[in-house]
């Protein structure tokens, strides 16, 4: 949240503020928190302006506010890989601008080519970077990774992608489990390519709704690639069990990410 708030010119949240406002909430909304696997409550952070002001200028005045709101399981038919289709003539972000900041401006770019890529039979549109249209960079909704060999590759944090918090989570696992991890450059030609020699074993999508989200097909200018029968791989249904184990108490939290009221 202080990341997008340099980046919009807004005042930072002292961490204990923070911290302490969501201890608060979520002990006064216990009783919504919902009791089925897979469930949650929703707790959402966020800051807007709130000058009394028509224009464009920095505001004077913020309000800082979170929201909950128990919502339903993100997978009601177990986990069903998904097919994307790359961004085409659009892009979502170029350095420089807002692609690394969560901000409504960030997510307005990507509601027409997601529209087209769903009535087009697809779940979402992978996007490719803005300058030479061939770098993967991420998904609306998820950071990407690729099982490549026995390389587990992420494209990188330089400016145009969300740092999210699960892929992070992702990528210290897979180091703890003696894993390597390339935080590098991916094309999308690289990914055909690994495709065609059956070295791809894997592509997965990262999130705080989907946890990890299998995809099983990726298509680009009338090209597609099937990834693992269009099934769930071992090592994305490995991490799938392992976050959620931390998530609901059943498995050791070594990393410290648990917080408990």
Request: proline content about 5%.
């Amino acid at each position: 949240m202080n990341q997008s708030c340099r980046r919009l010119c807004i005042p930072e949240i002292d961490f204990d503020v923070f911290l302490k406002g969501l201890k608060e909430l979520v002990s006064l909304d216990r009783e919504w928190v919902p009791k089925k696997r897979g469930y949650s409550l929703y707790i959402r952070p966020f800051i807007f302006a709130t000058d009394n002001f028509l224009g464009v200028k920095v505001s004077d005045t913020y309000r800082y506010m979170i929201i909950t709101s128990p919502v339903g399981a993100y997978y009601k038919e177990g986990i069903n890989p998904v097919r994307l289709i790359t961004s085409g003539e659009y892009i979502r972000a170029s350095k420089g601008g807002l692609g690394a900041a969560k901000t409504p401006a960030n997510y307005a770019a990507t509601l027409l080519p997601g529209e087209e890529a769903k009535k087009k039979g697809f779940t979402q549109v992978l996007w490719l970077d803005g300058i030479e249209r061939k770098y993967v960079e991420e998904v609306g909704t998820m950071n990407l990774f690729f099982l490549e060999g026995e390389d587990l590759i992420t494209p990188p944090l330089e400016g145009t992608i969300l740092p999210g918090v699960t892929r992070d989570s992702v990528i210290q696992l897979a180091r703890d489990w003696g894993m390597k991890v390339s935080e590098r450059r991916i094309s999308i030609d690289e990914i055909f390519t690994a495709s065609k020699k059956g070295s791809l074993k894997e592509v997965f999508g990262s999130g705080t709704a989907a946890v990890i989200s299998p995809v099983g097909e990726i298509h680009h200018e009338g090209q597609k690639v099937v990834i693992n029968d269009n099934k769930i791989g071992p090592v994305a249904q490995k991490l799938y069990d392992e976050i959620t184990g931390i998530q609901y108490g059943e498995r050791p939290d070594k990393f410290g990410w648990r917080i408990t009221l």
